[in-house]
């Protein structure tokens, strides 16, 4: 079973870049079965699935986002890591990641880390 | 991209049944056969209960199911029990960036 646990600072400048890293175990990242994802659930709201990115490093970012996210990819380590840049206090919120099985349009999810509550204040 | 359509809430007394509606278009929901839910209690990360539209992960109840005509999937919980109550979160594939899209949510009250 996949295990999955994120980590990176609980709090952030306005104006700067969040960064966070999500450390995979008990599976490869590079099997090819998952897309890794992260999600964000601000406080009392929904969940945001905010991009995904595959082992050989396509990424597939949520269009609202898309122009301040990065993801990227280290096979050597098992990890995946998000970039959040210009932050404001609208991406406070918990982030999440996941691991993503996805086949011919079949997806869901049923690996998740714990999540990391991420502020975004000065 | 926009979020699959949710009601905000849905109430019922133990041991009544429930049902959840989620309302996509013909690129994710009504395009594919691949629905999934999710229960998220407060504080914790979602948990998979529902995927493929009415399939469950080992472990979950049957009381919970989940069925889909046209572009709305639907999950259902019977026998309604007090460890029900908590946020319900559909999810499908889309064809457009990132690939998947969560509903709304709807906030489940065991009365």
């Known amino acids: 079973q996949l295990q999955l646990q994120e980590s990176g600072p609980g709090l952030v400048k306005p104006s700067e870049t969040l960064s966070l890293t999500c450390t995979v175990s008990g599976g490869s990242i590079s099997s090819g079965s998952h897309y890794w994802g992260w999600i964000r659930q601000p406080p009392g709201k929904g969940l945001e699935w905010i991009g995904n990115i595959y082992y050989t490093g396509s990424t597939y970012y949520n269009p609202s986002l898309k122009s301040r996210v990065t993801m990227s990819v280290d096979t050597s380590k098992n990890q995946f890591s998000l970039n959040l840049s210009s932050v404001t206090a609208a991406d406070t919120a918990v982030y999440y990641c996941?691991?993503?099985?996805?086949?011919?349009?079949?997806?869901?999810?049923?690996?998740w880390g714990q999540g990391t509550l991420v502020a975004v204040s000065s | 991209q926009s979020a699959l359509t949710q009601p905000a809430s849905v109430s019922g007394s133990p041991g009544q049944s429930i049902t959840i509606s989620c309302t996509g278009t013909s690129s994710d929901v009504g395009g594919y056969d691949y629905v999934s839910w999710y229960q998220q209690h407060p504080g914790k990360a979602p948990k998979l209960m529902i995927y493929d539209v009415s399939d469950r992960p080992s472990g979950v109840s049957n009381r919970f199911s989940g069925s889909k005509s046209g572009n709305t999937a639907s999950l259902a919980i019977s026998g309604l029990q007090a460890e029900d109550e908590a946020d319900y979160y559909c999810?499908?594939?889309?064809?457009?960036?990132?690939?998947?899209?969560f509903g709304t949510g709807t906030k489940v009250t065991v009365l």
């Open positions: 996941a691991g993503l099985y996805c086949s011919g349009g079949r997806c869901y999810s049923n690996n």
């Open positions: 999810g499908s594939y889309t064809s457009s960036d990132p690939l998947y899209v």
